[in-house]
């Protein structure tokens, strides 16, 4: 439904540099990037706002890199939601249709379909100024949809709005994309939005596309350390690969079959990039497959909604994050505080690395 091939755009100092994505139709595709790295250039350039100093725009098949904005098909929604302060609700939704030319007795059914499937009937005749920030939301969500476009393009939709709030309108964009299946461009820089939303993720940062993928996968198997922090990774351990031997550390790592990115020459220097749930204190006996076990001392604690956050430490300085709900936290062997120190292990699965 809409692919970008080697796109560059100039803006003063500013560039975007060789973007290619290719997002299916039916598919929400989220780009996570920190602010000011470009995502709001790139969504705008793909709206037609900019005029792209190289590559091409393809929509739904068609060349459409010189199109002008209103040839293009796109809904725009933005984190300010841009509606017309002076009209109704009912002529906020309408606007786009209006502008088509389309019959009156149509667009009167268009609208009052889609603001019920929206839930904001009750606030036709309402103005902007009068709306909450979640319902200003939904009214400018309803203007973009009416049009029935390509692609939905949403930058930064949910920044503006209250904790409780964004996580209403999260599961509203999720109820949109799977009831409508309209496809669904958006940006943001917040992660748990990212994965809670996409069935494709891709990261960004300055001007440049990192990697792309499922969000598990790319979760899994990150290229670079500035991939992996944008995911939030906090484990990073410092390590070489050499031959068959992994170092660290916290010392060798047991991985026989170990899944990574290809490095180059038999020695190389690389990072280990081990997700949090994949630390374990207290590690289960047996055959669990484990790539390392140890003693680390436990250097700090954070209880924070509804689970315990730890930071453990080993002698070299070498820091491992994880995660207990207070469950798991209550059901440990022995009562621990900060000070202490634990046995743990750190599982096979989910553990990756890539070359320094």
Request: positive net charge; hydrophobic residues 40%; contains cysteine.
């Amino acid at each position: 439904m809409l692919r970008l091939e080697a796109i560059g755009v100039q803006l003063g100092a500013f560039r975007l540099k060789n973007i290619s994505l290719h997002v299916e139709p039916g598919a929400y595709l989220v780009l996570l990037g920190p602010t000011g790295t470009g995502k709001t250039v790139l969504l705008e350039t793909i709206a037609g706002l900019h005029r792209p100093t190289g590559g091409r725009t393809w929509i739904d098949g068609k060349d459409a890199t010189r199109w002008p904005p209103e040839k293009r098909n796109l809904g725009v929604v933005y984190q300010d939601y841009a509606l017309f302060p002076h009209l109704t609700v009912q002529e906020n939704i309408a606007f786009g249709l209006r502008l088509k030319k389309e019959a009156r007795g149509e667009i009167k059914k268009t609208v009052e379909e889609m603001a019920g499937f929206l839930e904001i009937g009750h606030l036709l005749n309402r103005r902007p100024g009068r709306l909450s920030g979640g319902e200003q939301q939904r009214v400018a969500l309803a203007r973009a949809l009416v049009l029935k476009p390509y692609v939905l393009l949403l930058d930064e939709p949910l920044s503006a709005l209250d904790r409780s709030t964004r996580g209403r309108l999260r599961r509203e964009l999720k109820r949109i994309h799977r009831e409508l299946g309209v496809t669904i461009f958006h940006i943001t820089h917040d992660l748990p939005e990212a994965f809670f939303l996409a069935d494709h993720l891709a990261l960004m940062k300055d001007g440049g596309i990192l990697q792309e993928g499922k969000p598990e996968m790319v979760l899994r198997r990150p290229r670079s350390r500035t991939v992996a922090e944008l995911l939030g990774i906090e484990n990073l351990l410092r390590g070489t690969k050499e031959g068959e031997r992994y170092l660290s550390g916290l010392g060798a790592l047991d991985i026989p079959e170990f899944p990574s990115r290809e490095a180059t020459g038999r020695e190389s220097a690389v990072y280990f990039s081990v997700p949090g749930w994949c630390v374990e204190i207290f590690p289960g006996k047996g055959d669990n497959p484990y790539t390392w076990k140890g003693k680390m001392r436990l250097a700090a604690m954070n209880f924070m909604n509804g689970h315990v956050d730890l930071d453990l430490v080993y002698p070299s300085g070498e820091h491992l994050k994880t995660s207990l709900s207070r469950r798991e936290f209550g059901n440990l062997p022995v009562s621990i505080a900060v000070g202490i120190v634990v046995p743990v292990g750190i599982l096979k699965e989910g553990v990756y690395w890539f070359p320094r």
